[in-house]
């Protein structure tokens, strides 16, 4: 799964101690569970088609809907957890979150 990989890496670049482990896990839950909605929601369109009009426009705002819940609840672990970084780890953090949401650095 891709999530995982994504995990994983977060995991090897931050070097976290372990009341920091604590926060990312409970992170990491989360974005799996989003990973999870987002890919069983995505099989579901792959299996109506050929799609109409507006059954496009349905399935578009079912996604944007499910990201959408996702981010909010990302955002409370995410909060905690950045709030134990390091600026160094923040950093870090960063770089690899505008990666993983498609933002471009300045």
Do not use: C, H, W
Request: avoid cysteine; proline fraction near 5%; glycine fraction near 0%.
């Amino acid at each position: 799964m891709a999530m995982d990989a994504q995990i994983s890496t977060l995991q090897l670049k931050l070097n976290m101690i372990p009341t920091q482990q604590i926060l990312f896990n409970a992170l990491a839950r989360v974005m799996r569970r989003n990973a999870e909605e987002t890919d069983r929601l995505a099989a579901q369109a792959l299996t109506k088609r050929p799609r109409d009009a507006v059954e496009i426009v349905r399935t578009t705002a079912q996604f944007i809907n499910v990201q959408s819940k996702g981010i909010k609840e990302l955002l409370p672990p995410l909060k905690a957890f950045y709030a134990s970084l390091s600026e160094e780890q923040r950093r870090s953090l960063d770089m690899e979150f505008s990666k993983l949401f498609d933002v471009e650095e300045p």
